[in-house]
């Protein structure tokens, strides 16, 4: 190294520790699971078995895969514990298989459905094809979006189209629609993923006026609050805890939870309560903050999580009734 090289390594050491260092630490929004599955339960809709459903099923999930979604494939992921090859299934069955999938846990699923129809003419053969898809959350139920294209009316086979080239024909005409559902759909997908600006990498939000004037954290608002992701439903049980106990822990969560967007109570079982949480923060973040809180309160407990669901159980001492009153003869 030379006696010219060395200033300038120390000097672009220096300016690194003093700017880049100072840079808060990005945070990327938290990516759902997605699964594509195939609603054929209409009798007229194309069955899942088909080669038209299995075109389009892969052009949907190529589309997604390149736009940086990950697809998990559901013959993969539901293959030791469901029955594979099943066709004419209905919306109940598709969305339990959905929620019962744990490794990966699934999100969002994509289902789509096929229509298809020919009608022959002496001079030509009219093919008709219409294809629609929509975006559920597994465990919320809330609808994300949905999309439905039908094959332009010019589209046409030969007057002879057999049975092979009418599935051949359809098939083509249904992967170009899938490529038209799917870009409508990621679309849909990145406006619930990419919400907002990048998330800092804390655990707690602070409002910059209040830190300045030295005030204290306060929670984050939907819209406004530098937090990226979808807004994300999570279900929370608290057991054993009192009601000012309670009120305790939605002060700590109101002030301290970063990318709070809303609560209700759902119910209320003596000192057992359930809410409903809408947030944008990671799902190993939140448990991180919930565990946080429960020491912050000084409350000793255990928090668990499964399926977009935690449990908060607070671990009671046994109290004493016994009265001292000091020492006595």
């Given at each position: 190294?030379?006696r010219?090289?060395?200033?300038?390594?120390m000097?672009?050491?220096?300016?690194?520790?003093?700017?880049?260092m100072?840079l808060?630490?990005?945070?990327?929004?938290?990516?759902?699971?997605?699964?594509i599955m195939?609603?054929?339960?209409?009798?007229?809709a194309?069955?899942?078995?088909?080669?038209?459903?299995?075109?389009v099923?892969?052009?949907?999930?190529?589309?997604?895969?390149?736009?940086?979604?990950?697809?998990?494939?559901?013959?993969?992921?539901?293959?030791?514990?469901?029955?594979?090859?099943?066709?004419?299934?209905?919306?109940?069955?598709?969305?339990?298989?959905?929620?019962?999938?744990?490794?990966?846990?699934?999100?969002?699923v994509?289902?789509?459905?096929?229509?298809?129809?020919?009608?022959?003419?002496?001079?030509?053969?009219?093919?008709?094809?219409?294809?629609?898809?929509?975006?559920?959350d597994?465990?919320?139920?809330?609808?994300?979006?949905?999309?439905?294209?039908?094959?332009?009316?010019n589209?046409?086979?030969?007057?002879?189209?057999?049975?092979?080239?009418?599935?051949?024909?359809?098939?083509?005409?249904?992967?170009?629609?899938?490529?038209?559902v799917?870009?409508?759909?990621?679309q849909?997908?990145?406006?619930?993923?990419?919400?907002?600006?990048n998330d800092?990498?804390d655990?707690?939000?602070?409002?910059?006026k209040a830190?300045?004037?030295?005030?204290?954290?306060?929670?984050?608002?939907a819209?406004?609050?530098?937090?990226?992701?979808?807004?994300?439903?999570?279900?929370?049980?608290?057991?054993?805890?009192?009601?000012?106990?309670?009120?305790?822990m939605e002060?700590?969560?109101?002030?301290?939870?970063?990318?709070y967007?809303?609560?209700?109570?759902?119910?209320?079982?003596?000192?057992?309560?359930?809410?409903?949480y809408?947030?944008?923060?990671?799902?190993?973040?939140?448990?991180?903050?919930?565990?946080?809180a429960?020491?912050?309160?000084?409350?000793?407990?255990?928090?668990?999580?499964?399926?977009?669901?935690?449990?908060i159980?607070?671990?009671?001492?046994?109290?004493?009734?016994?009265?001292?009153?000091?020492?006595?003869?």
């Amino acid at each position: 190294m030379t006696r010219f090289t060395q200033p300038l390594l120390m000097m672009a050491l220096a300016i690194f520790t003093l700017f880049g260092m100072r840079l808060p630490a990005a945070q990327a929004a938290e990516l759902p699971y997605l699964m594509i599955m195939g609603e054929d339960g209409d009798m007229d809709a194309v069955p899942r078995d088909s080669r038209v459903f299995r075109r389009v099923l892969n052009e949907l999930s190529e589309t997604m895969n390149m736009d940086g979604f990950d697809v998990y494939d559901e013959t993969a992921i539901t293959l030791d514990d469901f029955a594979q090859g099943r066709s004419r299934r209905s919306d109940a069955e598709l969305i339990d298989i959905a929620r019962a999938v744990k490794r990966p846990p699934i999100d969002i699923v994509v289902l789509f459905e096929i229509y298809a129809s020919a009608e022959r003419l002496d001079y030509t053969t009219k093919v008709r094809t219409r294809l629609s898809g929509r975006l559920l959350d597994v465990h919320s139920g809330r609808r994300l979006g949905n999309f439905e294209i039908a094959s332009p009316r010019n589209f046409r086979a030969p007057v002879n189209c057999n049975r092979e080239c009418i599935l051949e024909t359809v098939g083509n005409n249904a992967r170009l629609l899938a490529r038209d559902v799917a870009d409508v759909l990621v679309q849909k997908l990145g406006d619930e993923v990419d919400y907002g600006y990048n998330d800092q990498d804390d655990d707690f939000a602070t409002d910059d006026k209040a830190s300045q004037n030295g005030g204290t954290p306060v929670a984050r608002r939907a819209g406004n609050d530098g937090c990226r992701g979808r807004a994300q439903d999570v279900f929370m049980n608290f057991r054993n805890f009192t009601e000012q106990e309670m009120l305790d822990m939605e002060d700590v969560i109101l002030a301290k939870f970063s990318c709070y967007i809303d609560h209700r109570p759902a119910a209320t079982f003596g000192r057992t309560h359930e809410y409903v949480y809408k947030t944008r923060l990671h799902t190993g973040k939140l448990k991180r903050n919930l565990v946080r809180a429960l020491e912050y309160l000084g409350m000793p407990g255990r928090v668990t999580y499964q399926g977009k669901e935690f449990t908060i159980s607070k671990v009671n001492k046994r109290r004493s009734r016994y009265y001292n009153d000091g020492d006595k003869w």
